[in-house]
């Protein structure tokens, strides 16, 4: 069970609208979270081990968040142990802007999305990147199989604190492959009845 999120996340100010707005008794609990870091469970790493992409937010040296798309095949975020997780960094657009952003905060704030099941983990935690020789052990490690795409560095997140998200105001979505495989028995029962259609015709025509 996570207990740590909300002694990270809600700062006097969050508490004070928490107040304001009758939510505080309901979160005041994740206030008193453990002091050490939340660990994952099998619940956690079943749903990260599904999922294809997710977002991740650091901070700059100015200030300002930033926030970026991170895709690849599903499980290419893997948890490493019950505090760690990790991804291979696959070339892009060549902006580092998160990349940068960690040589001065290695903060980062994660969220993903199971849009058919309207589930949501957020994640807080610190990041490490390796590149070059040090990061060739974790780089092969994380390489993901009859993906072509260039990996060029890896990064590690220790976990400090996750949190579930309500199922409110998520569109579920579904992907070509979700609706293909949903779709399955209707194709092959369609393709059934059309054999057996052209089956009575011939027959009717004999």
């Known amino acids: 069970m996570a207990h740590r ?20 008794r309901q979160y005041a ?11 994952v469970g099998e619940q956690e790493s079943d749903f990260i081990a599904e999922r294809d992409s997710f977002y991740m937010a ?3 040296a100015t200030g ?28 892009g657009n060549k902006q580092f802007v998160s990349t940068g952003n960690l040589a001065t905060d290695n903060r980062v704030a994660l969220i993903m999305v199971d849009y058919p ?30 993906y072509k795409a260039t990996v060029e560095r890896a990064f590690v997140i220790r976990i400090e604190a996750f949190d579930w998200n309500c199922q409110q105001h998520i569109t579920p979505r579904y ?21 057996e259609n052209k089956q009575l015709r011939a027959a009717a025509g004999a």
């Open 175 to 195: 992907t070509v492959n979700q609706i293909q495989e949903a779709m399955a028995d209707s194709e092959h029962r369609i393709e059934e009845l059309e054999l």
């Open 117 to 146: 099941a309207q589930a949501r983990l957020k994640i807080l935690g610190r990041a490490e990147i390796f590149e070059r020789e040090q990061a060739r052990e974790w780089m092969e490690r994380l390489r993901e199989p009859g």
């Open 29 to 39: 609990r994740m206030a008193e979270g453990d002091a050490a870091p939340d660990r």
């Open 64 to 91: 300002w968040p930033y926030v970026q798309h991170r895709g690849g095949p599903k499980g290419f975020l893997k948890v490493i142990d019950e505090r760690t997780i990790a991804f291979a960094d696959f070339r």
């Open 58 to 60: 650091s901070v700059g």
């Open 5 to 24: 999120f909300g002694s990270l996340a809600f700062t006097p100010a969050v508490k004070a609208l928490q107040e304001r707005y009758g939510s505080r």
